[in-house]
């Protein structure tokens, strides 16, 4: 298993926001990008200037995806079904252990606890296809 730091919870949080609730946002982004950002360029004035317009033309699709990315209300949904996740029992009392011996310090508990709940969503969701498991 990987390690549950904040930087892979957050590669985590935004796999599953991208498939969850994310994935017309982020395709219509990637389509401008594909139609109007040359891809292979060589360095010239004229392609630079092509990009930069195809990359100003495509700024509100990427505004769009960055809103949705960081919609706090989904990142509560997904938390929530993290930390309850089946396969993470003992995480959830290592936590609740750590926090009954009032412990003020048990973030690397409360990391581990949703990392493991992420990896079950994200495995939940990749064997039933993408299956939105909440309502939007």
Known sequence: MSEATNENLQLLLSKL???R????VASDFDACIQNYVPQQIDGSFVDLSL???GLKRCEPYKEAAQKCLQDDKKHT???RQASQ???CKTERQKLAQCQRKGGKDCEQEALEMVYCGM???IQKQRKGGND???AE
Do not use: E, G, H
């Open 51 to 53: 990009q930069r317009k």
């Open 77 to 79: 949904q997904i938390f």
């Open 85 to 87: 996740a089946p396969t």
């Open 17 to 19: 926001m991208t498939d």
């Open 21 to 24: 609730y994310c994935s017309d």
């Open 132 to 134: 939105k498991t909440t």
């Open 119 to 121: 990896m079950y969503l």
